[in-house]
C-alpha cells in the first residue's frame, strides 16, 4: 500500500535557524509528491512539486529515491513560516507537522 | 485561489440527521477529492471522483457517500451522521494532464455533529 509519513507531528524551532520538516513515502512506481502549507485558519496551498527544483519561500525539497524521502528545508526559518505542513501525492496525505518559528 | 468553493462553511446538525456538503468549482478540473482534517490524523481521503458519475472510495469512507452529476460539483453525504464525524471537510480538484496531480483546495467546511 502507498504510504506517506511525516514523523513529527510538531517542529518548534527559534527564528533564524535551519528547519527541516520529515516525509518518508513508500510507493509502487515512480513517486508524485508535493509539499502542501496550510497557514492559521485557511485552505491548503501547493507549495513545492517534486518535479521542480524550485525554491519557494526560502523552502526546497529534493526527491531522494535511495531514502525514499522528500524533506523539506529551509536554512533560515521566519515568524512567518509557522504553519501546518502537509507532504502528499495523489491520493495519500502524511499526518502533517506544525511548524512553530519562535521569536 | 483557483475557483474553488464550499458550501456550507460552518454547520452544526445533531446526531442521526441527514448532511450533504457541496463542492463547487468553475475550473473545469476532471478530479475532485474529499477530505478530512482531523488533529492526529492530518488528512485522510473520503472519497474521489475521476469524471461525471466515476467515483471511488479512499481511507475513510464509510458513513459517507457522493456524488458527482455534473463536472462541477461534488456532493458530500452523510446519511446518518455521528459525533465521529465532527470534522473540518475540504474538496480539492486536479487535473493530471494540466497539473501533475497537484491539488488545489477549497476553503473548507466545519461540520460540528452533536
Known amino acids: 500500500a502507498q504510504r506517506v509519513t511525516q514523523p513529527e507531528k510538531l517542529l518548534s524551532v527559534f527564528k533564524g535557524a535551519p528547519v527541516e520538516l520529515k516525509c518518508n513515502y513508500s510507493?509502487?512506481?515512480?513517486?508524485?509528491l508535493f509539499w502542501y502549507v496550510q497557514y492559521s485558519r485557511q485552505r491548503l496551498q501547493l507549495l513545492l512539486r517534486?518535479?521542480s527544483r524550485e525554491s519557494i519561500k526560502g523552502f526546497t525539497a529534493d526527491l531522494n529515491k535511495g531514502e525514499t524521502s522528500f524533506h523539506l528545508k529551509k536554512p533560515f526559518a521566519q515568524e512567518e513560516d509557522s504553519a501546518m505542513y502537509y507532504c502528499?501525492?495523489?491520493?495519500?496525505f502524511g499526518q502533517g507537522t506544525t511548524l512553530q518559528v519562535k521569536p | 485561489d483557483a475557483g474553488i468553493t464550499q458550501s456550507p462553511r460552518h454547520k452544526v446538525t445533531e446526531t442521526g440527521t441527514p448532511v450533504t456538503l457541496r463542492c463547487h468549482q468553475t475550473?473545469?478540473?476532471?478530479?475532485m477529492y474529499w477530505y478530512r482534517q482531523d488533529p492526529g490524523h492530518g488528512l485522510r481521503l473520503i472519497h474521489y471522483?475521476?469524471?461525471?458519475?466515476?467515483?471511488d472510495k479512499g481511507e475513510v469512507s464509510d458513513g459517507y457517500s457522493v456524488s458527482r452529476s455534473k463536472t462541477e460539483d461534488f456532493l458530500l453525504t452523510l446519511e446518518s451522521a455521528t459525533s465521529s464525524q465532527t470534522s473540518v471537510y475540504f474538496c480539492?480538484?486536479?487535473?493530471?494532464?494540466?497539473?501533475?496531480?497537484?491539488?488545489?483546495f477549497g476553503p473548507g467546511t466545519r461540520l460540528t455533529v452533536l
Open positions: 502528499g501525492g495523489k491520493l495519500i
Open positions: 517534486h518535479i
Open positions: 480539492a480538484i486536479s487535473d493530471p494532464g494540466l497539473n501533475h496531480n497537484e491539488q488545489f
Open positions: 510507493y509502487s512506481g515512480s513517486p508524485e
Open positions: 475550473e473545469n478540473h476532471r478530479y
Open positions: 471522483s475521476y469524471g461525471v458519475k466515476d467515483t
